[in-house]
Nanobody, 125 residues
Framework: QVQLVESGGGLVQAGGSLRLSCAASGRTFSSYAMGWFRQAPGKEREFVASIIWSGSSTYYANSVKGRFTISRDNAKNTVYLQMNTLKPEDTAVYYC??????????????????WGQGTQVTVSS
């Protein structure tokens, strides 16, 4: 089982940027597909982005495509989510997720077996 710790959330004005980080420990990080999800109050957790274990393939939700970028550094056991041109509707708790099964793509909550505790992102208008 991998342990995940997110950081980098905060309050930002619309149009601004944030970079989230997710540090992983436990089993071999480079074997894991990684993902970012978010959950706004009263809504279900939704997919944001995912990246394959090698970093060679990524997927994005349509709502963030062109604004957010997922990346990973396997030497640092860390996955990132660079968020640009933030909008108030991006406000949510953002969760990092991991899964070791060699199946790709992974874009649903059920596709991931390990989760972090979440980090709050608030975008003011």
């Amino acid at each position: 089982q991998v342990q995940l710790v997110e950081s980098g959330g905060g309050l930002v004005q619309a149009g601004g940027s944030l970079r989230l980080s997710c540090a992983a420990s436990g089993r071999t990080f480079s074997s894991y597909a990684m993902g970012w999800f978010r959950q706004a109050p009263g809504k279900e957790r939704e997919f944001v982005a995912s990246i394959i274990w090698s970093g060679s393939s990524t997927y994005y939700a349509n709502s963030v495509k062109g604004r957010f970028t997922i990346s990973r550094d396997n030497a640092k056991n860390t996955v990132y989510l660079q968020m640009n041109t933030l909008k108030p509707e991006d406000t949510a708790v953002y969760y990092c997720a991991a899964d070791y099964r060699r199946i790709w793509p992974r874009i649903t909550v059920a596709d991931f077996g390990s989760w972090g505790q979440g980090t709050q992102v608030t975008v003011s208008s």
